[in-house]
């Protein structure tokens, strides 16, 4: 469904990666590896399309993605470094604007949501109230919530305790075992059960690598 071909990406008017091609079906989930400054987080602003890309291709069920960006963005849900809510709303407001974006409100599925994050009880406080990390779950239950075929997560798992790992390494499963796409970048280690990840490496600025 995702196709990159010869993907290559600079910044500063230093080469991060070139020659990077790969294709990301339905079921798939694939971890973007690299060191510090080798372009992850680059290569994920530019698959949301929020980044130009310097060389190659986007493909999108075998179209362009110049051809198809509205379809696209129907599609994609991207979650960056920033939490990306607004702070002067509550945890459940947040969601209810974020529901109502797709048109569709079920106060339920909110509470199911926050209840796989660990915010029940911080449903009705202000997200200026809360700590980053409690804020980043705001953000991650929209997981619980979204549609969209193809998920693009920065560091999906920072400021989460074990058991908050698990429980949306669980849902990262499920999305792929219905056909969903998860794409992501993370410097915690994923807990052993997600066996299923792919890896593509961003090795150097002339080559990248694909494995598992």
């Known amino acids: 469904m995702l196709a990159i071909h010869n993907l290559a990406c600079v910044r500063d008017d230093r080469p991060l990666f070139s020659g990077l091609n790969d294709e990301i079906g339905p079921g798939h989930w694939v ?29 999108w069920r075998q179209r362009p993605l110049r051809q198809c960006r509205s379809d696209y963005y129907r599609e994609l849900l991207y979650i960056g470094h920033q939490a990306g809510i607004k702070a002067a709303l509550t945890p459940w407001e947040n969601l209810l604007f974020y529901q109502g974006i797709n048109g569709a409100r079920h106060d ?21 109230g809360l700590s980053a990390g409690q804020q980043r779950r705001i953000a991650l239950a929209r997981l619980w919530l979204t549609p969209a075929t193809l998920w693009i997560l920065d560091e999906p798992l920072t400021a989460l ?3 908050g790992a698990k429980a949306l390494t669980r849902q990262f499963e499920q999305h792929c075992a219905t056909g ?21 490496a961003l090795d150097t600025a002339e080559t990248a690598s694909c494995s598992g």
Not at 34 to 57: C, F, H, Y
Not at 182 to 200: M, N
């Open 161 to 163: 305790d074990l058991q």
């Open 31 to 59: 971890q973007i590896e690299g060191a510090n400054g080798a372009g992850k987080t680059s290569l994920l602003r530019i698959l949301a399309g929020l980044a130009p890309l310097d060389d190659g291709e986007i493909r």
């Open 108 to 128: 339920a599925d909110i509470g199911r949501a926050l209840e796989q994050v660990g915010l029940l009880g911080y449903e009705d406080v202000r997200a200026a």
């Open 180 to 200: 969903g796409m998860v794409i992501l970048t993370t410097h915690q280690p994923l807990p052993l059960s997600a066996s299923r990840v792919r890896k593509i």
